[in-house]
């Protein structure tokens, strides 16, 4: 059913969540603002043909990384699927590296042979970008198996979307993470469709933060077109996993303005609904009202942090297409260890 479009401006209040400062929403204005600019730039490429193979563009859901990473410390760890662009960025991987991974080039994380959906950082503790529909998840589980066999108290943050949650994998984890409580996020970013498929179409049982309760794994619900709602409930889900207690489910509830991938033309919804979407519910947009009319920045100072990451982003787009193409060489590189 179409949604009827609205012309109402994204609302500055953030209902239900403790005032963030002005120093944590300037931080989330420019982090989701990169990631969105970031995103745009690879869409362009992709249609100029130097982006080559899958792309699954973040843009809309950025706001959910952004809290996310808020709550975490450099030495946890995240992994997620291949809608990873976004999650790269806000661990603080470089642009540039992110930009040329993408065009398949020398400079980029995997020296231009993952592409779009297979970037690594060690520095980073960012696991991939993985292309198989929730293999990521038994991956994560596994990842906070390391950190509690060697007695840390680190957690790692396991992206999933609303498709992978049907996968088998993902609750052969959840039993595993609950029965060694490991500290591991289970992070399911509802973007209300898996490819073309609508939840409501594919998902039995409505809220799938209550799918863990089989195997006694909490879970919660959040807005995740807001970063300080998520940060509030990440918060609550990390302080859990550090206490030793298990793995925590966050289902956040976030949207996709483009289709599944570059290649997808999503007529499976209407043109109202995603209008409507980004007029009504916005994050950046959100942010940046909360912003102005609270008269913590002013328009200069906004329009200042656009130039700087619409710079970053022209740089990391100029270091991508001057980056050499991998030497053939590299096809024999990273496929054996001997021992």
Request: with cysteine; net charge neutral; aromatic share 8%.
């Amino acid at each position: 059913m179409a949604v009827k479009s609205t012309k109402t401006r994204p609302k500055a209040s953030l209902k239900n969540t403790p005032k963030p400062t002005a120093e944590e929403m300037l931080g989330y204005y420019r982090g989701m603002l990169l990631i969105r600019r970031f995103e745009e730039k690879a869409g362009q490429l992709y249609g100029m043909g130097l982006i080559g193979g899958f792309c699954h563009l973040y843009i809309g859901q950025e706001a959910v990384v952004v809290g996310m990473q808020a709550a975490i410390t450099p030495d946890d760890a995240v992994i997620t699927s291949y809608r990873d662009h976004g999650h790269m960025l806000a661990c603080g991987m470089d642009p540039r590296g992110v930009m040329a991974e993408l065009t398949g080039r020398e400079g980029g994380y995997s020296r231009g042979k993952g592409g779009s959906m297979h970037m690594f950082s060690k520095e980073k503790n960012f696991y991939g970008g993985h292309g198989i529909v929730a293999a990521q998840v038994p991956l994560g589980s596994g990842i906070a198996f390391a950190f509690k066999y060697n007695n840390t108290k680190n957690v790692c943050l396991s992206y999933l979307g609303d498709g992978a949650v049907n996968q088998g994998q993902v609750y052969e984890s959840m039993n595993m993470a609950s029965l060694w409580k490991l500290p591991v996020i289970f992070v399911i970013e509802n973007n209300k469709y898996a490819m073309g498929t609508s939840q409501e179409r594919a998902a039995a049982g409505g809220e799938l933060y209550l799918r863990g309760k089989a195997y006694g794994v909490p879970g919660e619900q959040v807005d995740g077109m807001n970063a300080a709602a998520v940060k509030l409930v990440a918060d609550k889900a990390v302080a859990h996993c550090r206490a030793g207690k298990g793995p925590y489910i966050m289902e956040v509830m976030t949207y996709r303005y483009r289709g599944h991938s570059m290649s997808d033309p999503a007529k499976y919804r209407a043109k109202e609904e995603v209008k409507q979407m980004r007029s009504e519910r916005d994050p950046i947009e959100s942010a940046r009202n909360w912003l102005l009319e609270g008269d913590h920045a002013d328009e200069d100072m906004l329009r200042g942090i656009d130039r700087e990451v619409k710079d970053i982003v022209a740089d990391a787009a100029e270091f991508a297409q001057n980056s050499p193409e991998p030497d053939p060489s590299e096809l024999w590189t990273d496929i054996l260890i001997e021992a």
